[in-house]
């Protein structure tokens, strides 16, 4: 069964450019989640998807990030206009829809470095 | 709010020794508590989970015991190798609702031949 897929892996840009991440989960998972892991920290959710409805995004930076998964499968998030502070490496995770199947599935995750 | 909090690194030992990396949570109800790794260039992998109070998780040697009665969910194991060098992150999330995770800091762990 193949994994959770990310790109790209590195990501270096200059503060105020923009950026887009994407995500593949795992097939027939119909959550996924997008977290941020500042260095040195866990990650910490910014949004969460059931199929392509929005469950969860009261992390999300919304002046200046952006998420979607229009069809239910691939999800892309944008952040529009970068900030010091997003460095940080970018997890997506996918779950299976089953009740009390909670085990999440996390990408390789994309490191991002704004300058 | 749900949290949790887990045992400051970075933590070394020599290889067969013995590991104990603390974590306790708070949060309402019952939540299932989680042991994620992370190995230098990979991505989070699950380690163990335990869903109700007294179960034990286990994998690769490692174990960890749900303690409601002190909120906490140790890890273990008996003797450490070179390959256990990670970071290691503790997690709960609840079974109902958006079961997003909740992440402890990260405690890195280095094994020294």
């Known amino acids: 069964e193949a994994g959770v897929a990310q790109s790209p892996r590195y990501k270096i840009i200059e503060k105020r450019q923009s950026v887009a991440f994407w995500c593949n989960p795992i097939?027939?998972?119909?959550?996924l989640y997008w977290y941020q892991q500042i260095l040195g920290q866990g990650p910490k959710l910014l949004i969460q998807?059931?199929?392509?409805?929005?469950?969860?995004d009261s992390q999300l930076p919304k002046d200046r990030f952006s998420a979607e998964r229009l069809k239910g499968v691939d999800s892309t998030l944008k952040i529009q206009p970068a900030k010091l502070e997003d460095s940080a490496v970018y997890l997506c995770?996918?779950?299976?829809?089953?009740?009390?199947?909670?085990?999440?599935?996390f990408g390789p995750g994309t490191r991002l470095l704004v300058l | 709010g749900n949290s949790v909090t887990q045992m400051e690194g970075p933590v070394t030992l020599s290889e067969e020794a013995f590991l104990t990396i603390n974590c306790t949570y708070t949060?309402?109800?019952?939540?299932?508590l989680f042991w994620y790794v992370q190995y230098p260039g990979e991505g989070l992998q699950l380690l163990l989970k335990?869903?109700?109070?007294?179960d034990k998780g286990s994998n690769k040697g490692f174990e960890a015991t749900y303690r409601k009665e002190t909120t906490s969910f140790h890890l273990e194991k008996g003797s450490v190798q070179v390959s256990d060098s990670a970071v290691y992150f503790c997690?709960?999330?609840?079974?109902?609702?958006?079961?997003?995770?909740?992440f402890g800091q990260g405690t890195r762990l280095t094994i020294n031949p």
């Open positions: 335990a869903t109700k109070a007294d």
């Open positions: 097939s027939g998972h119909a959550t």
């Open positions: 995770a996918s779950r299976g829809l089953a009740g009390r199947q909670e085990t999440q599935y």
């Open positions: 997690a709960l999330t609840k079974i109902q609702g958006a079961q997003k995770l909740v």
């Open positions: 949060a309402t109800g019952y939540p299932s």
């Open positions: 998807f059931q199929n392509n409805g929005v469950v969860d």
